[in-house]
């Protein structure tokens, strides 16, 4: 029996055991999170309905048995929305706002933050934490790293990208070294191997190795749909790091550039499905919280590079404040929901809390240290919403604020300013086709965020056809979301010009490898908050005095 027919029949399964399943009275919950990078909104069937030429069957049969989130957000690119995912903070508060800076610089998200895993830790010292994947959230020093933030192992990158065979990774100023580890040791042993693949395997081995006795939080952060200069996937060099057999599934489509891509999509929703067939036949499916998420909206064709997402209908892109590039799509599986779309206005930096409650329902323990006010969460508990579809209790998110410019939604209208120009400038509809969302309003009025800010009624005009701030009896609305924008402004953590450091350049160390390079007597330092060069001045002086005194 092949490996793709077995994984259809245990998820049939799965919709059955999960339609009559009745959990014991009390349990405490294995927590699941898997994120894909660069994948657009309209790149599912689940959300597509079959209009669009995007095929994932094995997220769409999951998606039969979870809820569904209409209304969920995430940030305008990854890594802001892995610190709000770890931390239930807004990058905004943390300085993670933007892509990550050059990979020689020494940045990172300051380690006074807890992350997920240390929260289940305090909340129950049992629980064996593992993340796969991505990391990008700063490694210069050890203290940056996975098991030193709460996880037991870790198995992956570093930096946000990578070759999907080779390994080898490249920053914004073309350093590149190898990229793919194992805990704190490099790892060779995959080069050759299919990425997506291989974080599949290391997820599903996880699990069969995984004592049932202890709770399990399994954080799977793939790549996505990410390779760069997708367009040049036309040519055979850039194709060879896709497995022949995801280009079969797609051949419906002739677009090379989006063939490609969408052969990445395929990859996922196939490792997607192992990990579930596994977390089933390892019997910890019952027991088991199952969040699936993506972390921005899609490149979009037309819009991004050479980039073939479709975030149809929506506007914009991924690097924007549109819905394109913050619309994000989500599930959640657990026995306490049915498979419903629940209308709540739910944020990326929600799910910590939402999870802490749910924890509650599941042991009848209350998580204090995460739901008490010391905690600082941008985060809401959206359980009770999830559970009762009742009223949201989120009723405005900050899409991304820096300077002037920004996006925020607050109840049923929307502002996007650009006047600084940090928001990529993508304005359009891009890679249009058809769905059923309903774009409202059909008569359009244009709007350029970097002249003026844009208004929409996001309840009646989702595409954001229709710029409502000309008109006069709109005036207080905007003024009083711009004063929102102002005040939420006075928070803002903004980072600091920080310096390359060239010894953070793979060519200055043995294995031409990714690795920490700064002490970690330094460790807990981050750019944010202090000027690199007199930090790491002061820290190099330190470590000479004390060989000085101690030789």
């Not at 030193?148 to 073309?174: C, I, P, V």
């Not at 929703?269 to 972390?295: C, M, P, W, Y």
């Not at 809401?380 to 920004?406: E, K, W």
């Amino acid at each position: 029996m092949s490996g793709s027919v077995k994984t259809e029949m245990v998820l049939a399964q799965l919709l059955t055991l999960c339609s009559g399943f009745i959990a014991a009275s009390s349990y405490t919950p294995h927590i699941i999170i898997i994120t894909v990078d660069d994948i657009g909104h309209n790149d599912f069937g689940f959300i597509h309905k079959g209009m669009g030429d995007a095929r994932t069957p094995y997220i769409d049969r999951f998606s039969e048995v979870s809820m569904s989130l209409q209304n969920y957000y995430v940030m305008p690119n990854g890594h802001s929305t892995r610190s709000a995912l770890l931390t239930g903070k807004h990058p905004a508060h943390l300085g993670t706002q933007f892509e990550p800076m050059d990979a020689t610089v020494p940045y990172g998200l300051g380690t006074e933050h807890l992350l997920l895993p240390k929260y289940l830790k305090e909340i129950n010292p049992k629980y064996k934490t593992h993340a796969v994947g991505q990391w990008d959230l700063g490694f210069y020093t050890k203290s940056l790293l996975p098991t030193s933030r709460g996880y037991d192992t870790f198995y992956g990158s570093y930096l946000t990208y990578g070759n999907y065979l080779t390994h080898q990774a490249k920053d914004q100023s073309d350093h590149e070294g190898f990229d793919l580890h194992d805990g704190l040791d490099v790892d060779e042993s995959g080069v050759g191997t299919f990425k997506t693949e291989l974080y599949g395997t290391k997820a599903v081995d996880i699990i069969k190795n995984h004592d049932d006795k202890d709770p399990l939080h399994l954080y799977v952060a793939f790549q996505g749909a990410q390779i760069d200069d997708l367009d040049q996937c036309k040519d055979s060099e850039k194709r060879k790091q896709i497995p022949v057999e995801y280009y079969r599934a797609v051949s419906h489509v002739d677009d090379p550039t989006r063939q490609c891509y969408l052969a990445l999509v395929k990859a996922i929703d196939q490792q997607f499905g192992r990990i579930i067939e596994a977390l089933k036949d390892h019997l910890l499916i019952a027991n088991s919280v199952v969040v699936f998420t993506t972390t921005s909206g899609g490149p979009a064709a037309g819009g991004y590079d050479f980039n073939a997402a479709s975030n149809s209908p929506y506007r914009g892109s991924k690097l924007t404040g549109w819905e394109g590039g913050v619309k994000g799509v989500a599930l959640i599986f657990n026995d306490m929901f049915t498979n419903s779309i629940p209308t709540c206005i739910f944020h990326v930096a929600d799910w910590i809390p939402t999870l802490a409650s749910m924890y509650q329902k599941a042991t009848g323990t209350a998580p204090t240290v995460v739901l008490k006010p010391e905690a600082k969460l941008y985060g809401i508990d959206q359980f009770n919403c999830l559970l009762t579809d009742g009223p949201s209790v989120r009723n405005s998110i900050m899409h991304f604020v820096y300077g002037d410019s920004a996006s925020f939604t607050k109840f049923e209208y929307k502002v996007v300013t650009n006047a600084d120009g940090y928001l990529a400038d993508m304005n359009e509809w891009y890679s249009i086709s058809e769905t059923d969302v309903d774009c409202g309003q059909a008569n359009t009025l244009t709007c350029n965020p970097k002249q003026a800010p844009c208004l929409f009624n996001i309840a009646l005009d989702p595409c954001e056809k229709r710029n409502i701030a000309p008109l006069s009896n709109n005036d207080v609305i905007l003024r009083n979301m711009m004063e929102d924008i102002s005040k939420f402004n006075e928070s803002v953590k903004y980072t600091t010009s920080s310096v390359a450091d060239e010894k953070g350049d793979p060519q200055y160390n043995k294995l031409i490898a990714w690795q920490p390079w700064v002490d970690s007597g330094c460790s807990s330092l981050t750019p944010q908050s202090l000027n690199f060069v007199y930090v790491l001045s002061i820290c190099a002086f330190s470590l000479l005095y004390m060989q000085a005194v101690y030789s």
